[in-house]
């Protein structure tokens, strides 16, 4: 253990030789209901005396151990950005289902150019029971060192740490994706074009990926090499070729660049155009592409991740053990106005 560092129940669970949900049931109390020998507790306990373990009592000091708080902590701001709201039914789903559940909800964010989950070896998530974590850019190691420390947690959105062993709820980006393609190759496309911005290299961005690749591949077409833009700007060049080389259908993460090609097309509505998929991505759209136009592709079921991340965060923290889940949310397929039979 680093010097100068709190003890965690990960320390005591390897100085213990136990694992870390039987240093939980000995803290708690419940480790000889739950089968846990006189001589593993004595491990245990003799463990904690050693490293001088002090269990943080912000979690503990109602009956039942539990404050009935539940924390959001998001890793950027989250609140409606100009002409996009994407994190706003994610804010729903989470309130609604925190409501229900007899839980209050209680948001953590940081001040400064950078934000920090801990400041001076603690963090202010310990205020509440356990705490739902958001964000496109999230700090690892903080999320780590929670997971080390043994507090609850559950990740909005897919998220992989070294160690693993982390909460999360996702969309099932891979299995939409895939039906997305299977549509396109249905309607008779065989060459395809797929874009992506660079910051859309993430859990997600590599999920869709393997839906679209899996869909071309058993139906044995050739799956073309996903281009990165670093704006939705830079597709209009690289589409113009494709079309001009036989592509008939661009499938996209992000909805900007599909206003892009929409606003330089002759119709995105016309089958004479090439089809257009969004998988799902609304971030950084626009408000000034013409009139209103669904696409064709899925979209992110937002609210109800909010809502089953709640009800997972909530589960953890009324089980006796904590183990790690790995929750997939359906997305809704949305059949639009710019995708075309061939």
Known sequence: ?????????????????????????????????????????????????????????????LAGGMNKILGFYTFESVFPLDGDDFYFPFLMGIE??????????????????????????????????????????????????????????????????PGGGISYVTADYTRATREVTERLI?????????????????????????????????????????????????????????????VTALVVDQQSIAEVVRAHAADARSAGEPSVAVLGDTMGTRSDTGPPLEWSGF??????????ATRALVDKLEADVDEPVEIKVPCELVDGETVFAR
């Open 1 to 61: 253990m680093a010097r100068g560092r709190r003890p965690t129940q990960a320390d005591i669970a390897r100085a213990a030789g136990v694992s870390q949900a039987t240093v939980s049931l000995v803290l708690n109390e419940r480790a000889e209901p739950s089968g846990i020998t006189a001589a593993t507790r004595q491990r245990v306990a003799q463990a904690i005396r050693q490293l001088g373990y002090v269990p943080n009592p912000a979690a503990r000091t």
């Open 96 to 161: 609604q289902e925190t409501e229900s559940l007899g839980y209050d909800l209680l948001m953590f964010n940081s001040t400064g150019r950078e934000r920090q989950m801990f400041a001076n070896g603690s963090t202010r998530l310990a205020l509440a029971d356990g705490t739902l974590l958001l964000g496109r850019e999230p700090n690892l190691a903080d999320i780590c060192r929670l997971r080390d420390d043994g507090y609850r947690f559950v990740y909005i959105g897919r998220r992989d740490v």
């Open 186 to 246: 249905e309607l008779g496309h065989r060459r395809f074009a797929r874009y992506r911005l660079r910051e859309a290299t993430s859990e997600a961005a590599r999920d869709r990926e393997d839906g679209f690749r899996s869909a071309l591949v058993e139906a044995g077409l050739k799956a073309p090499p996903t281009t990165t833009l670093e704006s939705p700007e830079d597709v209009l060049v690289l589409f113009e070729h494709a079309v001009r080389s036989g």
């Open 299 to 308: 979209r992110i079921p937002r609210k109800e991740l909010g809502a089953a």
